[in-house]
């Protein structure tokens, strides 16, 4: 029954999605074909879950959805979207870091900071600070597909001259109307009472559906959200990261300690001056507060010669989760597609990375981790032949267990005639827009969230955890219901139409009496 029902609304949603294509193509692009950007058109009948985000904010409603879209594809075309890059976006915004991506919350879903007190309400600038906030966004999106944001509010030593209520507008209406069902929580910490009024003014913008996302916390309160280890000092937490520019931050990916023990790359040296430059030369610009030596990321460049891994796959591989869905890359195909699943059965702590290089020239690869303690990559660097495949082990160290947080990173790019020995320059020279980057979450099974507290019960966390699968489902309820309202809706109206003429039934009879009656009466 249950999964008849599960059916019935996958076959519902397909329908809706293919129903908002056509009409968006009939009654939209006949308007006008320069309206909108021919790469977001072309998006829009290819991608299956875009037109599924945009259905589900609006509760599965076609013609909400489409003016949705209408004014979101008009948005993107007006700031020229698919074309922002780091290049389009002025220098000093970068080294500001009034926003930036960093870090998760407890649901793993990507922190999305935004540092009150560093902006200065500007007409000059809005419009490149703007621009800024949806590079940021099409970054991300373009990272990790379909994957919720939590945005935070920082207003730590923030006033009222730090707030742009136009600027702070054009935030909502992104996760409102650009970027559908982008939104996991809006976090507004620390935030000054004498700006009660202007946030009062916020939550009218929001509108129903995204109005149960804010949520307001002091320092002591965002714990209930976000870990410690995520949390900058300021708000009791833990974490010594501090935004500093060049490069961007990213996932804080750090190259995965291999079996034998961590190995350091040759270019380490060369990497630690560069940072220490780096930092002398923007401390002598920028405020110490916001500037700070990045993160150390070491990259592993351990090569592994063919004849051993033949000799060594079997016993790699043997009680290792096997993929079940593939990425389709432009170098490799990735399996799995998108998250690395982790139980506490011994089956169940270990995963595989299958790379299948579909060029016709020798591919390297490499892969990182945003947790290097808790994970073991075998080979974690290494090349694939023409039409070949590598079979990657990712196992968890010791006791530890997999968290939402966890992200592995697979990047590859395409070498000519470049022996194994030659990957640590190779990784060095290869320019960033020849390096295909891919990816995965991790996924905790059941299993592990059962062993971690087997004694406490958090009814915030087991909500978290079945979140998604709940909101899916409303979803479908909700669709299902707006379906019975109208088919409500036209019952009551044919049920006045029926009393209308039953009404006028009983006056013609009446009127039908009468005239009998007059007729028969002597004259």
């Not at 929580?185 to 939550?203: G, L, R, S, T, Y």
């Not at 949390?231 to 937490?237: A, F, I, K, R």
């Amino acid at each position: 029954m249950a999964e008849n029902e599960a059916r019935e609304g996958e076959q519902d949603i397909a329908k809706k999605i293919e129903e908002t294509r056509q009409r968006f193509k009939n009654e939209l692009l006949q308007d006008s074909t320069d309206k909108y950007d021919p790469r977001d058109v072309e998006r829009l009948q290819e991608d299956h879950a875009l037109v599924e985000g945009y259905l589900t904010w609006r509760i599965y409603v076609v013609d909400d959805a489409l003016k949705m879209i209408d004014e979101s594809f008009q948005w993107r075309k007006e700031f020229g979207v698919n074309d922002i890059n780091e290049s389009t976006i002025p220098k000093w915004m970068f080294e500001t870091g009034a926003v930036f991506l960093h870090g998760y919350d407890k649901e793993g879903n990507k922190l999305f900071w935004f540092k009150v007190k560093l902006h200065v309400k500007d007409a000059k600038t809005v419009l490149d600070k703007k621009k800024y906030v949806a590079f940021w966004l099409e970054r991300y999106a373009k990272k990790e597909p379909g994957m919720p944001l939590t945005v935070v509010f920082d207003m730590s030593d923030s006033g009222l001259s730090n707030i742009d209520m136009d600027f702070v507008k054009y935030v909502i209406n992104c996760f409102k109307v650009y970027y559908p069902k982008f939104l996991s929580k809006m976090i507004i910490v620390d935030m000054p009472w004498i700006m009660n009024a202007a946030w009062k003014i916020v939550k009218s913008w929001l509108g129903p559906e995204a109005i149960s996302k804010l949520k307001f916390a002091s320092k002591t309160e965002i714990q209930t959200f976000i870990d410690p280890e995520y949390l900058p000092p300021h708000m009791g937490g833990t974490d010594p990261f501090k935004y500093s520019y060049p490069p961007l931050p990213d996932d804080d990916f750090q190259t995965p300690i291999c079996d034998n023990g961590p190995i350091v790359s040759e270019d380490d040296t060369e990497s630690k001056e560069g940072e220490m430059e780096s930092k002398d030369g923007l401390e002598s610009s920028f405020n110490s507060e916001i500037v700070a030596k990045p993160k150390k990321v070491n990259f592993l460049e351990d090569s592994f010669r063919a004849e051993d891994n033949d000799r060594d796959s079997n016993i790699r591989v043997k009680g290792a989760r096997k993929p079940l869905t593939t990425f389709k890359g432009p170098l490799l195909d990735v399996s799995p597609a998108e998250e690395l699943s982790f139980g506490s059965g011994e089956t169940e702590k270990k995963c595989l990375i299958i790379l299948s290089n579909v060029t016709k020239n020798q591919v390297a690869f490499k892969v990182r981790t945003t947790a290097p303690e808790k994970y073991r990559v075998k080979p974690s660097s290494s090349s694939c032949e023409p039409g070949a495949s590598v079979d990657i082990v990712v196992s968890l160290h010791g006791g530890s267990q997999a968290s939402p947080q966890d992200r592995f990173l697979v990047m590859a790019a395409e070498m000519e005639s470049v022996g194994s020995q030659e990957l640590a320059q190779f990784w060095k020279e290869v320019p960033k827009n020849q390096v295909m980057e891919h990816r995965l979450r991790c996924h905790a099974l059941d299993s592990v969230k059962a062993a971690v507290n087997p004694l406490r019960e958090n009814p915030v966390e087991t909500v978290n955890s079945g979140q998604q699968e709940l909101n899916t489902a409303l979803m479908r309820l909700m669709n299902c219901n707006s379906r019975m309202e109208q088919q409500l809706n036209a019952c009551l109206w044919m049920q006045k139409v029926l009393a209308g003429m039953v009404l006028i039934l009983v006056v013609l009879n009446l009127l039908c009496l009468y005239l009998l009656g007059t007729a028969e009466r002597p004259s």
